[in-house]
C-alpha cells in the first residue's frame, strides 16, 4: 500500500518555541516537508529570504492572492503571512507529511478546505515561562511583545478546535510527542479509507466465490 503524506498544523502562542520544534523535528525525521509561507513583516536578524519564510512586499503578496497562488494567509500583527499553494500540493503527492506552521485563523481555513488536516498546538509549559521565551529571544521590541502577548490570550479560546496539544518543556520529548501522535494519525479509519474500503470488497467476493 502506498503511504499517502498528510496535512499537519503546527500552530501555538509566539514565543512557545514552534520554530525551534520544526527545526529538531526535520532534523531528526526524514518524512516531513516544512512548508516556508510567504510574509510581508521584516525579516530578523538571522533570518534569510527562501529558508524562515519568502519575505515580500504588502503588493507582492497581495499579486499572490489575485493569483490563488495561496492555500490561505491571515494577518498577524499588523502583517501578511500565507501558506504557498505549489510547494504543499507537490510534496503530498511525493508521500510526504507537510507541516504548515501557522496561527489559527489560517488553521480554521485548512482544517475546513481539506478536513483531513491533523491540527497541533504548542504550548508553553506556563504563561511565566511563554513571556520568559519571547523576551529571551530578543527579537522583538516591547510593543511587539505585547501585541503578541495579546494576541497568545486571543488564541487561547480557540485550542479546542485542534485535535492535540503537545507541551514544549523538554525540547527533545516534545519533538519525539508530536512525531509519535503524527505517526498514530496515519492510521485512523478516515485517513485509510480506501484501504478499507478494498478489505470489504474482497471479502465479499471471497463469500460470494465460496457460495456464503
Ligand atoms: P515560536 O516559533 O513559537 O515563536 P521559537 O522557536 O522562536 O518560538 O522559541 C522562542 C524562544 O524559546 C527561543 O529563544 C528558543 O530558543 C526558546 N525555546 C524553544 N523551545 C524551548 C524549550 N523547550 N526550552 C527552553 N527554551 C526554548
Ligand atoms: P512570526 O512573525 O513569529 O514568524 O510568526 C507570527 C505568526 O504567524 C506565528 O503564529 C506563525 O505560526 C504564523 N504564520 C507563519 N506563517 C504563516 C502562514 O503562512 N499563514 C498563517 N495563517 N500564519 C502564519
Known sequence: MKRKGILIVVSGFSGAGKGTLMKKLMETYDNYALSISMTT?????????????????????????????????????????????????????AGKDVILEIEIQGALKVKERFPDTLLLFVMPPSAAELEKRLRGRGTETEENISKRLQRAKEEAEGIENYDFIVINDNLESCT???????????????????????????????????GM
Do not use: W
Open 176 to 210: 519525539e510527542q508530536m512525531h509519535s501522535i503524527i505517526c498514530a494519525a496515519h492510521y485512523t479509519p478516515d485517513r485509510n479509507a480506501e484501504f478499507i474500503c478494498d478489505i470489504r470488497k474482497e471479502l465479499e467476493e471471497g463469500m460470494k466465490r465460496s
Open 41 to 93: 513583516r521584516q525579516p530578523r536578524q538571522g533570518e534569510t529570504d527562501g529558508k524562515e519564510y519568502f519575505f515580500v512586499t504588502e503588493e507582492a503578496f497581495l499579486q499572490k492572492v489575485s493569483q490563488e497562488g495561496l492555500i490561505e494567509y491571515a494577518q498577524y500583527c499588523g502583517n501578511y503571512y500565507g501558506t504557498p499553494r505549489a510547494y504543499v500540493e507537490k510534496q503530498l503527492e
